[in-house]
């Protein structure tokens, strides 16, 4: 898995260093630091596209026009949000779903 080779090469404490950051100032001036700005772009993108995925509403060329990313990005997103084991983007999508319910 392309996860644990990413690891064991970075070692667990970047992923510990995101963890203890408390505030969203602290994650804007932590990733500023750590990602150049085309990282914070790709990034950026994909989110983008995985909640538009999420929604269910338009097709992936027009997920790829909306997000400014391409058709290759929206069938990877996809790929992740449908098929891998990881389910990252799935757990945040609840997690942030749930949260805007509560707040209502």
């Known amino acids: 898995m392309a996860l644990k080779t990413a690891q064991k090469r970075a070692g667990p404490d970047w992923m510990d260093a995101v963890l203890a950051l408390q505030s969203r100032a602290e994650a804007e001036a ?9 990282e914070m772009k790709a990034f950026a993108e994909r989110w983008r596209v995985a909640q538009l995925l999420d929604a269910g509403e338009l097709s992936y060329r027009e997920i790829a026009t909306r997000a400014g990313s ?3 990005t929206v069938v990877r997103v996809a790929r992740f949000l449908k098929d891998m084991p990881y389910r990252g983007y799935r757990v945040v999508l609840d997690r942030l779903k749930r949260s805007r319910k509560n707040a209502v």
């Open 30 to 38: 932590f990733f500023a630091d750590l990602c150049t700005p085309g």
């Open 70 to 72: 391409s058709t290759a």
